[in-house]
């Protein structure tokens, strides 16, 4: 084997960039965490001096902080006055919680997977699963974090509203489960955009039905919200006009049973709203930064979490259209569509008549 040691050199760049940017993404998370990107965001140039006193930190290790968040250019310096600047433009990603493409928590995300790495690789080797609520609690914040903006952002301004007819209903007043809720972001931005509707979320992690609980109360929605400790095949609740799966039919063990309980569930007339990661239907469609993390995640957390279950079908998080609308049409899904995207979201409707 004789490389060309120009390729070699060229690919031994592209790692020492991930694995920069892996240690940095830890100093990402702490800049969050500690409030630096929000204290910068706006204020102009600053020292390091300012930037510790107005966080209530150290400045010799606000100054290294920097020093690496200049080298990744995430901050600007001008070097004769020495002093930081967080650019207009960085603000959303990093430093407003409600913005649709703040990312940061996708670093707590990232926590987890660390922490959990023994258990991931067990599994590589044993074939078995690894259930939802085995892994690390950072990732249950993580992703509630994460996936909340965009939902504020689009579910009932663009999402909803891309479907034939449900938005008329859910102002009139209707039923609507969202199974797989999580933390229940998701249901909680519907219950308050349509206050006449009464909502259902179901998962079958009880501690995340306990912080969906409490969430429910701190936005005033308790009571046109009820969430239960259910799978996705055994909630008993019935007679729904929207029925959600939020970023979780592809981490279902069974996701053709999941929708085939959703079809006798749902009215004659209701609809499915299908948001999956985007994707397209092969892997030479996939080759991107975006489906280079949703495989990361797929590989540590959605195929385990559908493995760990019964069928274990393990869609993994880029399916594509084609075999997600092969996963409903098996259920019994007649009419499929592509209502509408986003850079991070294929949002499929589904519909029996």
């Given at each position: 084997m004789?490389?060309?040691m120009?390729?070699v050199e060229?690919?031994?760049?592209?790692?020492?960039?991930d694995?920069s940017?892996?240690?940095?993404g830890v100093?990402t998370n702490?800049?969050h965490?500690?409030g630096?990107y929000?204290?910068m965001?706006g204020a102009?140039?600053?020292?390091s001096?300012q930037?510790?006193?107005?966080?209530?930190?150290?400045?010799?290790?606000?100054?290294e902080w920097?020093?690496?968040?200049v080298?990744g250019?995430?901050?600007d310096y001008?070097?004769?006055a020495?002093?930081y600047?967080?650019?207009?433009?960085?603000?959303p990603v990093?430093?407003d919680?409600?913005?649709?493409?703040?990312?940061?928590p996708?670093?707590?995300v990232?926590?987890?997977l660390?922490l959990?790495?023994?258990?991931?690789?067990?599994?590589f080797q044993s074939?078995?699963?690894?259930a939802?609520?085995?892994?690390h609690?950072?990732?249950?914040c993580?992703?509630?974090?994460?996936?909340?903006?965009?939902y504020?952002?689009?579910?009932?301004t663009?999402?909803i509203?891309s479907l034939?007819?449900?938005?008329e209903?859910?102002?009139?007043?209707?039923?609507v489960?969202d199974v797989g809720c999580g933390?229940?972001a998701?249901?909680i931005v519907?219950?308050q955009?349509?206050p006449n509707?009464?909502?259902h979320?179901?998962?079958?992690?009880?501690?995340s039905?306990?912080?969906a609980?409490q969430?429910a109360?701190e936005?005033?929605?308790a009571d046109?919200?009820?969430f239960?400790?259910?799978?996705?095949?055994?909630?008993?609740?019935?007679g729904?006009?929207l029925?959600?799966?939020?970023?979780?039919?592809h981490?279902?063990?069974?996701?053709v049973?999941a929708a085939r309980?959703?079809r006798?569930t749902l009215?004659?007339?209701?609809?499915?709203?299908l948001v999956?990661p985007?994707a397209?239907?092969?892997?030479?469609?996939?080759i991107?930064?975006?489906?280079?993390?949703?495989y990361?995640a797929?590989?540590?957390?959605?195929?385990?979490c559908?493995?760990s279950?019964?069928?274990?079908?393990?869609?993994?998080?880029?399916?594509?259209?084609?075999r997600?609308s092969?996963v409903m049409q098996?259920?019994?899904?007649k009419?499929m569509?592509?209502?509408t995207?986003?850079?991070f979201?294929?949002v499929?409707e589904?519909r029996?008549a």
């Open positions: 004789n490389p060309d120009n390729k060229a690919f031994a760049g592209q790692v020492i960039a694995i940017a892996t240690f940095s100093m702490i800049g965490k500690l630096l929000k204290a965001a102009g140039a600053l020292t001096q930037l510790a006193e107005a966080t209530g930190t150290h400045e010799r290790y606000v100054r920097l020093n690496n968040q080298a250019g995430y901050i001008d070097a004769e020495h002093r600047t967080l650019p207009d433009a960085h603000v990093l430093a919680d409600e913005s649709p493409v703040f990312l940061v996708a670093l707590e990232a926590a987890s660390w959990d790495e023994d258990r991931i690789s067990g599994v074939g078995e699963g690894i939802w609520g085995e892994h609690h950072r990732l249950f993580g992703s509630e974090s994460l996936f909340r903006p965009g504020k952002a689009h579910l009932t663009t999402w509203t034939n007819g449900v938005e209903k859910l102002h009139t007043g209707a039923r489960a933390h229940g998701s249901t519907m219950a955009a349509y509707s009464v909502f979320g179901f998962d079958s992690h009880k501690h039905i306990e912080t609980r969430r109360e936005a005033g929605v046109n919200v009820h239960h400790v259910a799978s996705a095949k055994d909630y008993t609740e019935s729904f006009d029925i959600c799966f939020m970023d979780c039919l981490d279902m063990g069974d996701p049973g309980h959703a006798r009215k004659t007339d209701g609809t499915v709203l999956e985007v397209g239907d092969a892997v030479n469609e996939n991107n930064p975006v489906s280079r993390l949703y990361a797929s590989t540590a957390v959605c195929t385990p559908s493995r279950q019964e069928v274990g079908l393990a869609l993994g998080a880029q399916a594509g259209e084609k997600l092969e098996e259920a019994g899904f009419h569509r592509r209502a995207e986003t850079p979201n294929l499929l589904a029996v």
